[in-house]
């Protein structure tokens, strides 16, 4: 199977690997030199195109299958219906137009989505109720992404993640350094995200997934842990009014600390995809072990 990865970015690269091991054929698809050296470091095809320009798209082959991963660089609403909106559509009618158009068009999306559920677990069938212009951005690109390839003949699929770590995004010091606020996390490491859209791509016709490892889990505790294991001291802690009362708070950060939901993936675990790293402990030991073989 043919697959054109767009945005092929943190976890695109990932799923191209996964993928050609599997005996797929990937093309991953950048903007930038950068991006394009990366895809062919990372041993498969890469192309120059721009999911804002269908001009451009003409150049990416004809594939069985399209992952749209682009990323708007964590920019503002506009920035992000650009691409996530006026991109996703641009990109479904450029392939979708083709005489040879893809069979599944899967676009990956945040579990941002959701908003606030005080705490309480959301699944794929939870309503939506997003917070800000850039998640209802989201919410709206996710109708793109599983309503406007069906004009097309191809099935519109759409993989939520939950927060992404991973190597070169570890961030330790995020938790075992200064202060931690309570609230859940919802986390996935990079290798699963990729695994999970190469699940969706060959494994299941699902048209929505929900991609978040076993454990939700509190700040607090996850700072805890990960200072144990680095054996250094744990950070103090800080109620959520304090740290909302800090007017340095960037716009995703006070979303992250006003939103608490628990995701769950039982629907994944239903179909059989199996986790490379099922939870925090899993996912972090390299990290620890480097951070502990360092100090």
């Given amino acids: 199977m043919r697959v054109a990865i767009l945005g092929c970015g943190y976890v695109g690269l990932e799923l191209g690997r996964q993928l050609a091991a599997a005996g797929h054929d990937p093309v991953g698809v950048r903007r930038s030199d950068d991006g394009l050296a990366a895809i062919r470091e990372a041993g498969f095809d890469a192309i120059r195109a721009d999911v804002t320009d269908a001009a451009s798209l003409d150049d990416v082959p004809d594939a069985d ?14 920035a992000a219906r650009r691409v996530y909106v006026e991109g996703l559509r641009t990109a479904i009618d450029a392939f979708g137009e083709r005489e040879r158009a893809p069979d599944q068009f899967v676009y990956t999306s945040s579990t941002g989505v959701y908003g606030d559920h005080g705490g309480a677990w959301v699944d794929e069938d939870t309503p939506l109720e997003p917070t800000t212009e850039k998640t209802e951005v989201l919410v709206e690109a996710e109708r793109v992404a599983r309503e406007r390839p069906a004009a097309h003949g191809m099935a519109g699929r759409v993989v ?27 986390m996935l490491h990079r290798d699963d995200a990729a695994g999970v859209v190469r699940f969706a791509l060959t ?18 505790e996850l700072a805890a842990w990960l200072a144990d294991a680095c054996g250094v001291a744990r950070p103090e802690t800080v109620s959520r009014d304090e740290r909302l009362a800090d007017g340095d708070l960037s716009e995703a950060a006070r979303r992250r600390l006003t939103t ?31 951070y502990r073989a360092g100090n």
Avoid: H, I, M
């Fill in 65 to 78: 299958a399209v992952v749209f991963a682009a990323s708007s660089g964590g920019r503002d609403a506009d």
């Fill in 160 to 186: 939520r993640f939950a927060g992404l770590y991973g190597p070169e995004r570890y961030r330790l010091e995020r938790y075992t350094t200064g202060s931690v606020v309570e609230g859940y996390l919802n």
């Fill in 203 to 220: 494994e299941t016709d699902e048209p929505l997934l929900l991609a978040v490892d076993d454990e939700p889990v509190d700040r607090r």
């Fill in 260 to 290: 608490s939901k628990r995701c769950s993936n039982a629907r994944l675990r239903d179909l059989g995809y199996e986790y490379a790293y099922p939870t925090y402990r899993e996912g972090y030991a390299d990290a620890v072990r480097a």
